[in-house]
């Protein structure tokens, strides 16, 4: 099932057609990120918005059965900032922050959060850093 990560309410009626299909999910992989090249000035706040929205759409049912598992995909971008990648180191950190506070909730939801380093993809075309 394709999903628009750009799209909120797009974001919520996938998880709603997901639910339906095949019932609770009890993973989510949250693997978002966007690399703009752009100034802070010139960014959207999406990027760190959607990490959120995407939890927001299937914690939900995770809290109500008390079982699930969060793992966050979040790239050493989200422990050090990169000159040129303000968008996507800003959203990295805010998924740790947001991965840490789950983590301190006293639930039954397993949270796991992964930093890969430097992974040669089409996103960092063209982006350069000093």
Same mark, same amino acid.
């Given at each position: 099932?394709?999903? #628009?990560?750009?799209?909120? !309410? ?5 998880? +709603?057609? *997901? ?5 609770? *999910?009890?993973? *989510? ?11 802070? =000035?010139?960014? +959207? #706040? !999406? /990027?760190?918005?959607?990490? $959120?929205?995407? &939890?927001?759409? $299937?914690?939900? +049912?995770?809290?109500? %059965? %008390?079982?699930?598992?969060? *793992? @966050?995909?979040? /790239? ?6 990169? +000159? ?5 180191? /800003? /959203?990295? $950190?805010?998924? =740790?922050?947001?991965? !840490?506070? &789950?983590? &301190? ?6 949270? @796991? ?7 040669? @993809?089409?996103? $960092?075309?063209?982006? @350069?850093?000093?």
């Amino acid at each position: 099932m394709k999903c #628009d990560l750009t799209n909120r !309410e797009g974001i919520y009626e996938c998880a +709603s057609k *997901v639910q339906e299909k095949i019932g609770n *999910v009890t993973i *989510v992989i949250n693997n978002t990120g966007i690399v703009s090249g752009k100034q802070l =000035v010139d960014c +959207s #706040d !999406e /990027s760190i918005q959607r990490t $959120f929205d995407i &939890l927001k759409a $299937f914690l939900p +049912s995770m809290l109500d %059965n %008390n079982h699930g598992h969060i *793992v @966050t995909i979040v /790239s050493g971008a989200g422990l050090t900032g990169a +000159s040129g990648l303000v968008d996507y180191c /800003s /959203s990295k $950190f805010a998924a =740790v922050g947001l991965h !840490e506070a &789950l983590t &301190l909730k006293k639930t039954d939801i397993k949270t @796991t959060v992964v930093c890969p380093s430097f992974i040669d @993809t089409d996103m $960092f075309e063209g982006v @350069t850093t000093r």
